[in-house]
């Protein structure tokens, strides 16, 4: 889609500007961007004005310019100290003015996103420097956000109202659908949303939006929009209106892929119940301030997702959300003929009651929850005026660690929906001990998902031949036989071959063979097939397969620190590529790119399995010490990081008689993992090596394994190879990574998926 | 010797510029959950309330937790406050939360904080138990010396 079919709109005024986007269907969407630092924010505003979106711009301002610390702000400034939004107050008029300078105005207005209760020098210093736009409200900015009494921030409201309502074009957003939103139930949220437009009104305002932010429950949020809409209607006619979604506000999901989908999720609630406007949220939510690049990537995400979206079916509004929100409304409204007074009343009588908010207006005695069925719920009601239309359960005491749960209860939901997902697709298990197979060949391979997959796998091979070929690399085909192969692998079975009447088997892994190669070559690579009968158990776990590939490489006289060195480079360079040359796939699949950030900006992380235990078990995860990282701890451990990290130094009986024991520190092996980000576990294992005789013999005993089966092997070691260290990379795992696949038999052609009789 | 346990007084608290609450409700119920009184005086507390807050009700333990980012620059000089008052100077004081915006360098603001006078600091890569573990252990050390 073309940037310039965007441009729906050249009205100068941001509600007129979003009336118009809403008559040609498109859903405008607005970043919540702010940076103390004058060139950034512009920086920012024209990424967001050159989105491939209908956008509006955003100057959020920062913590202390949003109690009044001007001062405060100032210091920092002076000192150097990145703030957390644009200090409007506390920057010279002339500064703001150069901000916005030739962005501002036709086609793209910008609003100021603030959450003051005492926002009068606000919003003189925002109309000073010409905006029009912005938002709040005397409830919604003062009891989740200060301790101003309400009072204050009424009479504070009242008057910023009228000096909004003196400019022409002033627009103004109540912020009252967010209202600590995730544990209150959505009806209390749309009456706040309503009485606050109602209060805008009031003082004059001609051109208001009305806000809402859930996504506890889909159906109960269009509910709520649809109960939203008709509220407005009732209680808003004859001035200019629409309906702002709010992506969740609450604790947002750690993985990219649940962020992007949480976020995607708003866009299609907004779309499909007339909601005009969406504010997004990022991939960084959950940890940092979000750059430039992160905000462009999800409102473009969310208006793809929005153009999507469809229409919801025009549903019932007079649900049991529109009937409290509409009860409480009326009961406040009927307090006073001023609805400043009335709301202040309204929260002295607990007609108004915002669940756990400690604001000391608040009564403090309504609470909510999600019940069974994943929607929120009243636990206890207080004084709310809505008694004779809900029974709510009996009171049920909350902890923190139910509290815990129930805050998190969106993100552990999208976080974990790739894993739910892939469970539900590949494995049916029933009692019986069936599974399910992998789609037929002919779906499989004619499958778009496939078909992309395939080429990004064959773009990530071709980079990493170039790079081992730039760096003295020969590629040497794989052997698929042998007497004997790779006796490690956690509980897998070897599958026998027979071989002229000898019992051969096929590789489980081509270490054997890798360090036979460098009687010849110094440094070698194979992508070389693997067969390992893993435990049916696993086919659940997305990522085993019984027969997958590893990209194997092996260099004479390395420590493991130069094969450490040729992982990074390696997996840079694959990636690299893939990122660079392959944009549009990725996107095809709904990987964002910037999910590689962290990776392609420098080392890896590296921990030693002593620590990963002491880390595992300080979360409460039961690790043994003496054991890889079993497969729960490693999803744990991947699912903390933002980039992928090596496990070094396993114990000695966890790995293979091949990985070299530490001469320094017997019983500690100088090995390595590389841990892939995000929950995708492992990808890469490998280690310095054994290659002399007496210490392998001594370690193949060690292990159970019996030396006589090893005849070609030992007798070679014997006359002598070279000392080495390796790796192997899992290809099909690594292309699940790049690819943010739900399972790894993606990214196989042929799937194999342990216990499950396939094609 | 057995040691009782006995039940203190905490004052949970934000800094002034710090709106969020969650992690003043949790703290609540989690400090509840170990037998002690909280005083939770909420968001955005000025530094004067805070003080006079601290004087009022003689808390055994001061927690503040700040989760928008400017915690460690906050933090310093709410603590420096605190500790210029006479009847503040030996009251454990812990600060906790997302102390910086720069990620996985709100670690390097630890060093700051414990110099400018915190008892501990607990930012956000520590697991709850560690908190857990130095009340549990304060409550006892409280105990021997009551």
Redesign the interface.
Known sequence: MSRIAHQVSSAVAFGDFVAEAAAAGRLVVQPRMGFSDPGQMRSGLIATKLADATTVGTITLD??T??G?DG?ARR?LAEG????GYPIVAHEPSTTAAVVEGLRGRGFPVQIRH?SAHPEPIVAALLGAGFTATEGGPVSYCL????LPLRDSVDNWSRSCELLAAVPDAHLETFGGCM?G?LCPPSLLVAISVLEGIFFRRHGLRSISLSYAQQTDAGQDEDAMRALRRLGREFLDGVQWHVVVYAYMGVYPRTPKGALSLLAGAARLAARTGGARLIVKTVAES???PTIAENVAALEHAARAAERAGTAPAGDDDSAVYQEARAIVDAVLDLDPDLGRGLVRAFELGYLDVP?????DNAGRTRGHVDGAGRLAWSRIGALPIGHLVTPPRAEG???AT??TA?THVERTFDDERLERTAQMTLTTTTAGTTTAPPSPREHLTSPVTRTVMRVQDKALTAAREYLRDNGFTELLPAVIGPVTDPGGRGSKQVDVDYYGHRYKLMTSAILYKQASLLGFDKMFSIAPNVRLEPPETANTSRHLAEFHQLDVEIAGAKRDDALKVVEELVAAMVDRVVTEMPAELEELGRDKDAFTDLLSGAFGRVTHGAAVADLR??GHAQSADAEIDWEGEAILSRKSSRPFFITDYPKGSRGFYDREDPAEPGVLRNFDLIAPEGFGELCSGSEREFEYARIVARMRETGENPAKYGWYLQMVREGIPASAGFGIGVQRFVRYLCGLDAVWQASAYPKIPGVVSW | MELEKREFTVLVSSV????H??N????Q??LE?LGHRVV?I????PDD?LIASCVRHRPDLVVISSV???GH?DGVRVINELRSHPDLIGTPVVIGGKLG???VDNARHTDDLLRAGFDAVFDDSA?I?AFREYVDALGALTAVTA
Not at chain 2, 24 to 27: E, I, S, T
Not at chain 2, 42 to 45: D, E, I, M, R, S
């Open positions: 913590s202390y949003r109690v610390a405060e920092a100290v990145a703030l957390n959450g989740p956000y200060s301790r600590m995730q940890s940092r301030i756990y908010c400690l604001h000391p909350m902890t923190s509290l815990l805050l300080g979360l | 002034a510029s710090d709106s609450t969650w003043l409700v949790f703290l119920l989690l959950e939770n909420g968001a955005c507390v309330l928008n980012g400017h620059h915006i720069g990620g697991p138990a």
